[in-house]
C-alpha cells in the first residue's frame, strides 16, 4: 500500500473511532453547545434592547442586533466544541491504546487526524445546530448569494481547521482533562473580547488593536460580511491568514508533541 | 543454529543521571518462550518498551533485531511483526469489545469479511462472546487482560511481548492467561514475557534471564539457574526424640529444627551426596521417618541473585 492510501485508511478507521466515541458520549459535545446557545438568548433577549440601543444611537432594535450577533456566536460555538476536542485528546492520551497504536505498523499522524477531522465535522454540525436556532429566533441573512453561502460555509471550516490543530496541541501537552479544558479556555474567552458582541469602535482606543487585529474579529466581519452584505474590506484576507497560520502552527506543535512518544 | 527473534546487544537507556538499563544482551530463539525477571524498577519495562518500539534505546547501544529487522532503521517492519500487550490495558474503554477487536483488524487493513471473521473467533477463543457487545470498560481485570491479548492476536503477530501479563490477576484468572500464553507458543510464537513472579517465569519460559538494576545478573532455563545457587539440603524428620538427637550428634553439620523434630543437611543433591548421609544413618542404625530432597527453588535464586532485593510481590503503582 502506498503512504498516501495507508495514511487515507487508517486516518478514517480513527476518524470512525472518534465519531464512534461522541455518538456514544454526546454529553460533552452538547454540553459545550449550550454556552453559544445561552449566550444568543442571554445577549438576545435580556441584554438586547440595551446594547442595540448603544450600538444603534440610542433607538432599541433588538432584530438588528440578533443580525450583529450570530456571526461572531457561530465562529464562537468552534471555539466551544474544540474545547470538547483538547479534553478528548488529554483523555486518549492516557490510555494504554495509544501506546498499543504506537507499536502497530500503522500510519503515524492517523491518530491525530482521525481526532482534528472528527473534530471539524462536530464543529460544523454544531454551527448548524446554533445557526438553527438563530434562525428560530429570527435571524435571516440578507442578499447572500450561493457564492457568499459557500464562502461562510469554506471560512468556517477553515477557522474549525486552526482552533482544532490549536486544541489538539493543547491536549496533547495538557497532563489531563482538567488541566486541557482550562488551556483551551482561552478559544472560547477571545470572542468576548472580539467584535462578536460589540462593535470595536465601541471599545476603549488603547483596548481596540488587540480586539480587531485578534484571530476572531478578522473571521467575524468576513462572516458578516457574507451573510449580511456589510463591508468585508482587509478582514478577508486577515482572516485567511490567521486560520493557515494557526493551522500550521497547531500542526507542527501537535504532531511534533505527538512524535516525542510517549509522556 | 536456530533462527533469532529477538537479538539486543548492549542494550543501553539512561534518563539523565538515571541509568534504567546498563548494557543487557537478550537472544530469543523463535518459537520459544523467553522471561525477564526481575524486580520492581529493574528495567523490565523499559526494555519491552525499547524492544516494542516505544522509545528509543540510547545511541550508545549495539545493533538491535526484532523478528530480522533491524529496531532504528526500520521501526515500522518491526512493528509489522511484533504484538505488544502492555502492563496497563491497552483497550478502548469507550467502546464495546467487539469494536475493539474490529478496530484492530481494520488497523492491520483486513477485509471486512475477514475482519469480522477473526474477531468473532478470538472472542470465543478468549470467552468473550457474552462481553462483546459491553463497553470495555466495564470489564473486570481479568476480561480487560484477555480483550487485551485478543486485540494483539488480531494480526497474527510472530513476536509478541507481554509485559506482566498476570499482575493483578486472581489465581484462576492467572492459570487462565498461563493456559492461553502455552497455546501461543504450541502456534510457533516467540513469546517474551516479563515478570516479577518466579514461578510464573519456571512454569512458562524456556530461558529465562533476571534482571537487577539494569543488568542480566544470570540466564538460563530455570533448571540452570536453580543449579548455579546453593540452598539445596535433605530433610529428616523423625517421630523419636532420641533418634532425632542420635542423628544431629552423628551427621554433625545440620540445621536443627527442635519443634518439628527435623534436620536439614545441606547437600548438592547429587547421587554421591546422597548416598554418602544414607550410608552414615544406616551405619549409626538410624531410621528416619521420613526423607526429602530440597533443590533450591527460584526464590533462592532471585534472593541470592538480586541481592535480597525487597520482596517481589507488591503492585506497582500506576504511572502515567
Sequence with gaps: MSTFALAARDSSTMLRRNLLHARRYPSLTLNLLLTPIMLLLLFVYIFGDTLSAGIGGGVPDRAKYIAYLVPGLLLMTIGSTVIGTAVSVSNDMTEGIIARFRTMAIHRGSVLIGHVVGSVLQSVLSVVLVGAVAVAIGFRSTDATALDWLGAFGLLVLFALALTWIAVGMGLVSPNAEAASNNAMPLILLPLLSSAFVPVDAMPGWFQPIAEYQPFTPAIETLRGLLLGSEIGHNGWLAVAWCLGLTVLGYFWSTSTFNRGPR | ?320
Excluded at chain 2, 165 to 182: F, K
Excluded at chain 2, 283 to 292: F, K, N, P, W, Y
Aim: glycine fraction near 10%.
Design chain 2, 1 to 320: 543454529m536456530t533462527n533469532l527473534a529477538i537479538a539486543a546487544n548492549q542494550l543501553r537507556k539512561s534518563y539523565g543521571e538515571k541509568v534504567v538499563l546498563d548494557g543487557v544482551d537478550l537472544a530469543v530463539p523463535e518459537g520459544t518462550i523467553f522471561s525477564l525477571l526481575g524486580p520492581n524498577g529493574a528495567g523490565k519495562t523499559t526494555a519491552v518498551q525499547i524492544l516494542s518500539t516505544l522509545i528509543a534505546a540510547d545511541p550508545a547501544s549495539g545493533s538491535i533485531s526484532v523478528g530480522g529487522h533491524d529496531l532504528a532503521t526500520d521501526p515500522q517492519a518491526v512493528r509489522a511483526a511484533i504484538g505488544v500487550t502492555g502492563q496497563f490495558s491497552a483497550v478502548d474503554g469507550l467502546i464495546t469489545g467487539e469494536e475493539n477487536m474490529l478496530l484492530m483488524a481494520d488497523l492491520h487493513h483486513l477485509s471486512r469479511g475477514e475482519g469480522r471473521r477473526i474477531a468473532a473467533g478470538l472472542l470465543e477463543r478468549f470467552d468473550l462472546v457474552e462481553a462483546a457487545k459491553k463497553p470495555a470498560s466495564t470489564y473486570s481485570g481479568g476480561m480487560k487482560r484477555r480483550l487485551d491479548i485478543a486485540m494483539t492476536l488480531v494480526g497474527s503477530p510472530r513476536i509478541i511481548f507481554l509485559d506482566e501479563p498476570t499482575t493483578g490477576l486472581d489465581p484462576r484468572s492467572r492459570h487462565n492467561m498461563w493456559q492461553i500464553i502455552r497455546e501461543l507458543v504450541a502456534d510457533g510464537v516467540t513469546v517474551f514475557l516479563t515478570t516479577q513472579y518466579l514461578d510464573e517465569a519456571d512454569e512458562l519460559a524456556d530461558r529465562i534471564a533476571v534482571l537487577n538494576d539494569g543488568r542480566i545478573v544470570a540466564e538460563g532455563t530455570a533448571e540452570e539457574l536453580k543449579r548455579q545457587v546453593p540452598g539445596g539440603h535433605v530433610r529428616l524428620r523423625f517421630d523419636d526424640p532420641m533418634a532425632y538427637e542420635r542423628t544431629a550428634v552423628t551427621l554433625r553439620d545440620v540445621v536443627r529444627d527442635d519443634p518439628a523434630l527435623s534436620l536439614q543437611v545441606p547437600t548438592d543433591g547429587t547421587q554421591r551426596e546422597l548416598g554418602e548421609i544414607i550410608q552414615r544413618l544406616n551405619a549409626a542404625g538410624i531410621e528416619a521417618d521420613s526423607l526429602t530432597v530440597h533443590t533450591p527453588d527460584l526464590d533462592d535464586v532471585f534472593f541470592a541473585l538480586t541481592g535480597g532485593a525487597r520482596v517481589p510481590h507488591q503492585p506497582k503503582e500506576a504511572v502515567r
